[in-house]
Nanobody, 115 residues
Framework: QVQLVESGGGLVQAGGSLRLSCAASGFIFSLSAMAWYRQAPGKQRELVATIGRDGTTNYADSVKGRFTISRNNDKNTVYLQMNSLKHEDTAVYYC?????????WGQGNQVTVSS
């Protein structure tokens, strides 16, 4: 079965850094597009960053220059390095995999940034 297991979230002060990891299994990771989404209380889920199977990346304007998405195909893992964190980055972060016609989701990882 497809599994996306997220880790690395937690509480951090403004200006700090965190790295989220998402370990994937049950599909061909190297042929899949990967993404990170986030959802803050009372808001819609928004796309944070994407990385294609060719390594092409895209970022939301709100995180551009601060966040970096990367992947390690040997480890079947996608990462989100978050630097210069702001209070408004507080949200539940979700790992997403797009494989064929399906989208798979992790359970979510809470990131809380204190002021």
């Amino acid at each position: 079965q497809v599994q996306l297991v997220e880790s690395g979230g937690g509480l951090v002060q403004a200006g700090g850094s965190l790295r989220l990891s998402c370990a994937a299994s049950g599909f061909i990771f190297s042929l899949s597009a990967m993404a990170w989404y986030r959802q803050a209380p009372g808001k819609q889920r928004e796309l944070v960053a994407t990385i294609g199977r060719d390594g092409t990346t895209n970022y939301a304007d709100s995180v551009k220059g601060r966040f970096t998405i990367s992947r390690n195909n040997d480890k079947n893992t996608v990462y989100l390095q978050m630097n210069s964190l702001k209070h408004e980055d507080t949200a539940v972060y979700y790992c997403n995999a797009h494989f064929w016609n399906a989208n798979y989701w992790g359970q979510g990882n809470q990131v809380t940034v204190s002021s």
